[in-house]
């Protein structure tokens, strides 16, 4: 199963898609693509939203799309979100409902600055209140600073954008092997047909360490609840996330 652990496809929920026709336009991409599902991960900035804002506002964007989409005929979506890593992040309440819906897996955004100490405790905090961190595009980071935390167990997800040009490929490719980068993902931003091939050319280059991922994903995404999933128990299906 091909899966995509990184889109910014949720109706005005981020800036990665402005309505419901773009969020018809995305997933028809991902769907032509071949990827059979995606976990949408609009973003959640802790310092500028609450939980319950962001959860109101994402909610809103699913019934949009169960009202105005065809989902039957398009990838499974996965709800999610792209949680900004702030020092503190860890004792946030009700941080477990912005993980994947179903799962305790959650997806991490390392800020741009340097990393404090405070902040690396910060995920091995998330990590140690039994959620399951999964770093954003460690691609676009120091693999100085990444690799002691996936040596603590912390995972990772590489953006398509890391093949093209292959800056650190086979480093990447190590620690697919190794089992600490267990997803990849488009980072999907609107619908830009030349964006989603970068994915593509991803999962092409990396043919069978492609492939070892998405089981991975897909072993992570096990008890993940999906916004529809075709031919399923519709009693499974989220609601109300
Ligand atoms: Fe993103």
Redesign the pocket.
């Known amino acids: 199963m091909v899966i995509d652990f ?1 889109a ?1 496809i949720l109706p005005r929920c981020d800036h ?1 898609c402005h309505s419901s026709a773009m969020a018809q336009e995305q997933l028809r991409l991902i769907k032509d693509a071949g990827t059979d599902a995606v976990v949408a ?1 609009p ?1 959640f900035y802790p310092n500028e939203d609450s939980i319950a804002s962001f959860l109101a506002g994402r909610e809103g964007a699913l019934d949009a799309m169960r009202e105005k989409l065809s989902l039957q005929e398009l990838p499974i979506v996965y709800p999610a979100a ?1 949680v900004l890593v702030c020092e503190g992040l860890h004792k946030m309440k009700d941080l477990e409902s912005l993980a994947v819906s179903g799962t305790n897996v959650i997806l991490l ?1 390392m800020p741009f600055r340097r990393w404090s100490e405070a902040l690396i405790n910060t995920v091995l905090g998330v990590k140690a209140r039994g959620l399951v961190p999964v770093l ?2 460690i691609n676009r980071y120091d693999l100085e600073n990444v690799e002691p935390l996936l040596d603590k167990g912390v995972l990772a997800q590489v953006n398509a954008e890391a093949f093209a040009p292959f800056k650190n490929f086979k480093r990447y490719v190590e620690l697919m092997r190794e089992g600490k980068v267990v997803a990849l ?1 488009s ?1 999907l ?1 609107e619908a830009k047909r030349a964006d989603y091939k970068r994915f593509l050319h991803m999962k092409k280059k990396l043919g069978a360490v492609a492939d070892a991922v998405f089981a991975k994903t897909e072993a992570l995404l096990k008890n993940a609840t999906p916004l529809y999933q075709p031919n399923g128990d519709k009693a499974k299906q989220t609601q109300s996330v």
Request: aromatic fraction near 0%; glycine fraction near 16%.
């Open positions: 990184h910014h990665g991960t973003h792209e955004e954003a595009h993902g980072d931003h």
